[in-house]
């Protein structure tokens, strides 16, 4: 593929390509935030899943205490209805049956009251982890927000920027030949950002700065005489430079 115009053509796709990149590198800037703020992010929302575990696992507590609370709760109506039928008892048989299941339920309470107890002290302990996790959280949320505030206002001030230099580039892209622009864009889409090269010369040795791959000789001449043409290890478009 050649014509009188390539040479123009690729100079102009050149320096397309470096608006190109220039937009490329302010978009990828737009979308890394600073270090400082991912890092906070980070310990927020550790911080955040840890708070959510502790809340959870004091609601579970919670629900087993109270559970024991009501057994406790039912089984003190049951000892004292039972107290008040063995006072009703007529004989000495139905005497030891009311002391009998009276022993058991206090029995039971006895080991309901037991098992409450590490559970009080539990969430003691965790009422004292949750507060010590809110504590930091509000301490570094202040600064989050500071962050974020200056982040949004970076990027705002990154995508006004992005903004200016597309519409140079779409000035720049309409004085370039389409079949060429196309070639390019799509080269560029393959090729991670670059869709043209330079040509370098070392000595008698032609070189491919994409790939940095030694040029053919008839590849090299038609590159010097302005042709558009493509590497051919890389292919991207190749011009001579300056």
Known sequence: MGGVNGAEALKALYALQEKDLEIDRLRAEAESPPEELVALQGQVEALEERLTNLLERR?????????????????????????????RAQSAREQTQYENRIQQIKDRIRELLELSTPIMEAMENLEAEIAQVEEELAALKPR???????NRARVEELEAAIAAKVEERTAMAAAIPAQILKEYE?????????GVARMA?????????GCSVVLPTHVAQKVVRGQVVRCPSCGRLLWKGE
């Not at 799509?186 to 670059?194: D, E, F």
């Open 59 to 87: 609601a579970e507590l919670e629900r087993e205490y109270n559970r024991h609370s009501l057994d406790i709760e039912d089984l003190s109506a049951k000892e004292k209805q039972a107290e008040e039928e063995q006072k």
């Open 144 to 150: 989050l927000q500071e962050l974020l505030e200056a």
């Open 186 to 194: 799509a080269i560029r889409r393959a090729r991670r950002g670059t």
């Open 201 to 209: 010369v070392q000595g008698q040795v032609y070189r491919c700065e």
